[in-house]
């Protein structure tokens, strides 16, 4: 059984980071696209990124709101896909959460396509 596991939430100030790790259990990242959203309270699941482990060009998209703060990786044989998250704002708060399908990604609002979900990790950003 395919199982995600997130990791590294917290709280933080305005301007501080935090490193989210994402790690797959009953299965290979090989081939997959892992993307990574959202949810604030009392608000939809958004698409943060995605990343797809077959490579290529291309093979990491961020959401507007993110870009250029917000970087995906995956290290090297790893099971284990991290995001990390610098200068960090209000509006980034909510519950971070992976997700899995292994096949090639698509675009983050299609957030159905995704097979597998984990838990979610709180990321609490304050002023």
């Known amino acids: 059984e395919r199982k995600l596991v997130e990791s590294g939430g917290g709280s933080v100030q305005v301007g501080g980071s935090l490193r989210l790790s994402c790690t797959v259990f009953?299965?290979?990242?090989?081939?997959?696209?892992v993307g990574w959203y959202r949810q604030a309270p009392g608000k939809e699941r958004q698409g943060v990124g995605s990343?797809?482990?077959?490579?290529?060009?291309?093979?990491?998209n961020y959401a507007d709101s993110v870009t250029g703060r917000f970087t995906i990786s995956q290290a090297n044989g790893e099971n284990t896909v991290y995001l990390e998250m610098n200068r960090l704002q209000p509006e980034d708060t909510g519950r971070y959460y992976c997700?899995?399908?292994?096949?090639?990604?698509?675009?983050?609002?299609?957030?159905?396509?995704?097979?597998?979900w984990g838990q979610g990790t709180q990321v609490t950003v304050s002023s």
């Open positions: 997700a899995l399908v292994p096949r090639s990604c698509v675009p983050l609002r299609y957030r159905h396509y995704f097979d597998v």
């Open positions: 990343i797809y482990t077959g490579g290529g060009d291309g093979s990491i």
């Open positions: 009953g299965a290979t990242l090989s081939r997959s696209c």
